[in-house]
C-alpha cells in the first residue's frame, strides 16, 4: 500500500523529473533533494541555518556557527514532514578528493566535480557557500576538534569545534516513502459506515 501511494504521490508532481546532469538525484517538494545512489535526502538549501537561533558566528544572518550550534540545529530541524535530519558523517581523511564522507561521495560522484579545482556543478542546490561545511563526525581523540568538508576546491580537514562553518541538512532515505498508510482501524470504520448507510437506504416497494 505504501509502495502504491508513494508512486501515486511521484506521478503528481509534474515538472519534477529526475535531473539529467544527475541522475542520481531527484527532486522532492519542499525543497529537497533525494539522491538514489546513497539513498540520502539533502536540503536543497545549503544556507538554510543562515538568520536561525543556532546562527551563533560573528554575523548572526550569514550560517556559520560552531559545531555544537550546527550540530543542534539540524537535530531540531523539521522540514517536509520529518525530524530526523543531522549533520553528514565522514570517515577520517586529509586533502582533496575524500569520497568516504557523505558530502565528498555527493560532491565528486554524483555532482562530478573535480579535486582541487572550483566546482563545476553544484545544481539543483542553491545558496551554497564556497567555504568549510561541518560535518557530524567528531575527531576520534581529540574531542574539540571535528571535520569539515571545504566546497572550495573539495578539500576535508579538521576545525577546532569553537571556530565557524557552514551546515547543511542531510536524512537517510527518501522522503517519498514517509507517506503515510490509511490505518486499518481507519479503513474498518469507513467499511462499516459504508455498509451501515446501505442498509439504511429504504427499501422500494413490491409492485403488485
Keep these: 500500500m505504501r509502495s502504491t501511494l508513494a508512486l501515486i504521490f511521484t506521478s503528481a508532481l509534474v515538472g519534477l523529473p529526475p535531473l539529467p546532469a544527475q541522475a542520481a538525484l531527484e527532486l522532492r517538494p519542499g525543497g529537497m533533494v533525494y539522491d538514489r545512489r546513497s539513498d540520502l535526502t539533502w536540503l536543497v538549501d545549503w544556507n538554510a541555518a543562515a538568520g536561525s537561533a543556532f546562527d551563533d558566528g560573528s554575523s548572526a544572518q550569514d550560517g556559520r556557527m560552531s559545531w555544537a550550534s550546527a550540530m543542534a540545529w539540524a537535530d531540531a530541524l523539521q522540514w517536509g514532514g520529518v525530524d530526523d535530519w543531522r549533520l553528514p558523517t565522514t570517515a577520517p581523511c586529509f586533502g582533496f578528493g575524500c569520497r568516504n564522507s557523505e558530502i565528498g561521495r555527493l560532491w565528486y560522484e554524483v555532482l562530478g566535480n573535480r579535486p582541487g579545482l572550483p566546482a563545476v556543478n553544484t545544481e539543483p542546490f542553491e545558496h551554497m557557500a564556497f567555504a568549510p561545511y561541518w560535518t557530524g563526525t567528531a575527531q576520534a581523540g581529540a574531542p574539540a576538534q571535528a571535520w569539515y ?60
Design 149 to 208: 568538508f571545504n566546497t572550495l576546491g573539495g578539500s576535508q580537514n579538521l576545525l577546532p569545534q569553537a571556530a565557524q562553518a557552514h551546515a547543511v541538512a542531510v536524512r537517510q532515505g527518501d522522503v517519498l516513502s514517509q507517506v503515510p498508510e490509511p490505518p486499518m482501524a481507519w479503513l474498518a470504520l469507513a467499511g462499516l459506515a459504508i455498509t451501515a448507510g446501505a442498509s439504511r437506504r429504504p427499501q422500494r416497494a413490491a409492485q403488485p
